[in-house]
């Protein structure tokens, strides 16, 4: 399906988003295509029995992507769940955990890689010293390999933070300083 008329973008999570008369886009980093984002969001169907899912806007709220539609009103996914994470070409690690080294500078928008011995639920969160989570970086169902995600390019200040993995029943924490 062509992507139609873009209506609005928005750049969020380190991603770029084109709101559409066809649905949501995201850009994929790895070849510059857009890829539709629109499952969880629901179509509208027209007086001659069509669908439509015209987006008109974009807006993130919390961890929240919003999309307000030409005639079927406002849908808001977890941003975790739209957000691009890419499955790097690498052999199969031996176990759970980061590919850096505590702590890892990192600039906002920056890609970290990180590593899953095995298939299945996956969560990767971003927390402040007072343990407070700030960041829902991935919450999905993941292969087993290497893979990378972006930081969020707004709404963390610089300054030292924890990244947490959660996956194969385990979890692993390292610190991870922001600079500006």
Known sequence: MPI????????????????????????????DTW????EGFAPWVTETGDTSFS??????????LFAGTWGNGVFVRPLSEVSATTQ?????????????????????????????KQSGSVRLRIFDLEGNSRSDLVHSELAPGMHQVSLPSSGLPAGLYYLRLEADGTSRTRSLVLGK
């Not at 890829?35 to 629109?38: G, K, M, S």
């Not at 987006?55 to 929240?64: E, F, H, I, N, Y």
């Open 4 to 31: 139609g008329t873009v209506t609005s973008l928005l750049v969020a999570g380190g991603n770029l988003f084109a709101a559409t008369t066809n649905g949501i886009y995201r850009l994929q980093d790895n070849d």
């Open 88 to 116: 790097l070409n690498r052999p199969l690690p031996d176990e759970t955990g980061f590919g850096f080294h505590a702590p890892g500078i990192f600039e906002p928008g920056e890609k970290i890689e990180f590593h899953i």
């Open 55 to 64: 987006v008109m806007r974009l807006a993130v709220k919390g961890d929240s």
């Open 35 to 38: 890829a539709p984002i629109n």
